[in-house]
């Protein structure tokens, strides 16, 4: 089985739920890619050294950064009835899916709220995006993210900001305070390092709402932390080519055996049916009869965000 192992280390990483997403607390992050075959996305694990905090338990732990608690009790050899002690360090690996590949690029998948950033086929960088709301009930359409290719087609640093008509009409409708620009600095919405997209009016940028990342809370623009935009903007040049999917079942085998299925939320409720849907993805990567019929059935219901493996006859 080939592995690459990227060795991209953190301090820190993102709050939230679903596949790693979270890091106070975490020393070490180390990453290993497992590409799949050409008709399944690749799956990559996080391998943490996380430290207990006061008040941590293994149930709020194996929440933030999705995986099971089994999983962590079992690689640490602990007993889930037993409390855990502050500074205990903790071995956990927690995976995710990437719905394809790119030799050169940036890859943003949209239901699972993940960008990707390629090096020569390699995913040097993987971080948690904040991405646009959804439409909200009884309205015609929300602010989402579109889906397609595109191309960075400038970038800037400490920009000024002229806030989109469309905005500026909601800010009237909602009676907050309209603005048409904000300058550099911190009140300034769009953060200090922006790359400008070839889809109109969408952005990449770092955000001063840290809490909007790994949430659909933008007006369409793409939203990282400050720190992981700060590395994006010097990786990236005007040209670069990019690519947003919208997939919320992706499928990875590792090599010609083990196959994993991760199911994140509808968000923009494009998919009608989730549970044909499953079954056509397996269909289209030549997997459908490899797998366990009933895992795929409960994972797709439960919608977890976490990969599990769903090959016929595994664990």
Sequence with gaps: MKQEALGRMRKQTPAGSGSLRVLAGILLMFIVFFPSSASAGPL????ITYTVAGGDTLTSIAKKMGVSLKEIA?????????????????RITAS???PETMENGILIDLPGRMLHFFDRGIPVMSVPVGLGMPKKKGQKKGWETPAGTFKVKGKLKSPDWKVPASIQEEMRREGLAM?????????????GYVLQTTFPGILIHDTIDPSTVFR??????????????????????????????YSPVKIAQVGKGKIFMEVNSDAYEKIPDMQAYAQKQLKKAGLFKKVDLKKVERIVQAGTGIPEEITAGGR
């Design 179 to 191: 603005k048409e620009s904000y300058p550099p600095g911190p009140k300034n919405p769009v953060g």
């Design 96 to 98: 995710e899916i990437i």
């Design 44 to 47: 990559l694990q996080h391998r």
């Design 74 to 90: 079992n690689d640490n050899r602990l007993d889930p009835a037993k409390p855990l002690k502050a500074g205990q360090n903790l």
């Design 216 to 245: 659909f809370m933008s007006h369409g623009c793409v939203r990282l932390f400050r720190t992981d935009m700060e590395q994006l903007f010097s990786s990236v040049r005007s040209g670069t080519s990019g690519k947003i999917t």
